[in-house]
């Protein structure tokens, strides 16, 4: 029996995140394997990966034990550090990282959209509201979609990797539903904590959000399922387009073909 509700949360939400990252390091390290580099880089890629996801994870951790991010009605939020940073360094790590590149090409589909079955723990807010302890206008439409996108992420991954009719486009819709999910989530979780801009649930304020230990969703697991979001559509694209690519080449060997054959 927990002694506090505050330690079921620290639990609840520590477990979750360290599955996680346990989870996507044993995905980067089978995506490395089987991207086309030396031995040797991958040997380095993996520790770079390693270093980069553990020290957020850890540096996540520490500012929101802290307080770093704690909403208070006199204090600018901070929490939109720890969710946009993380966002914008990874999109521009991506786009100038070859290796990086190499790696979502190589990790499978399934993997980036099932490891976000974590989304399902998203439930807690359901719990809380009806608990009393987070407004409705967040825990609502955060609850029930963060558990919808993550009960749907590892059918949806199955069907992609079994390659059934039709599994691209529900791969690319399940990525905008959570997309739009995180977006709704993040826009009423600011407007509904404690700061100088609060506009919502003012007899309510949503404390919890941005308070340890459920502050570590925003800081850490929200800006993480953005960029296995945007990880996911980029690689649909770049199957897309070497699929596209792969048409033409055989249309123009049909059409030499039939121009030697006089067919």
């Known amino acids: 029996m927990m002694n506090s509700p ?20 044993w995905g980067m390290r089978a995506a490395i394997s089987r991207a086309a580099l030396p031995a040797r880089e991958q040997r380095r890629s993996f520790r770079a990966g390693t270093t980069l996801l ?51 090409a190589a990790a499978p589909q399934g993997l980036l959209v099932g490891v976000q079955l974590y989304r399902v723990l998203g439930i807690i807010f359901l719990v809380l509201f009806f608990g009393g302890a987070m407004p409705g206008v967040f825990a609502i439409p955060a609850g029930t979609g963060d558990f919808a996108v993550g009960l749907f992420a ?28 995180l977006a709704v989530a993040v826009t009423t979780g600011f407007l509904s904590s404690p700061s100088p801009i609060q506009s919502l649930a003012v007899d309510n304020p949503n404390t919890l959000i941005t308070a340890f230990p459920l502050v570590m969703i925003p800081a850490f697991l929200v800006p993480l399922a953005v960029l296995l979001h ?7 694209g770049q199957t897309e387009a070497s699929s596209m690519s792969s048409a033409r080449s ?10 030697l054959t006089g067919h």
Request: cysteine-free; hydrophobic content about 60%; aromatic content about 12%.
């Open 54 to 104: 553990v020290g957020w994870f850890l540096a996540a951790l520490s500012l929101s034990w802290l307080g770093f991010f704690q909403g208070t009605p006199t204090r600018i939020p901070t929490v939109e550090f720890g969710l946009l940073l993380p966002i914008i360094a990874g999109v521009m790590f991506y786009w100038r990282s070859a290796v990086l590149t190499r790696i979502i």
């Open 154 to 181: 590892a059918p949806i991954a199955l069907a992609y990797a079994r390659g059934l009719r039709g599994s691209t486009g529900l791969v690319r819709a399940w990525n905008l539903l959570g997309l739009t999910d």
């Open 250 to 259: 055989s249309s123009v060997a049909i059409v030499e073909v039939r121009s």
């Open 230 to 236: 945007l990880a996911s559509l980029a690689k649909l």
């Open 6 to 25: 505050t330690s079921f949360l620290t639990i609840y939400v520590l477990v979750a995140s360290v599955a996680t990252v346990i989870t996507l390091l």
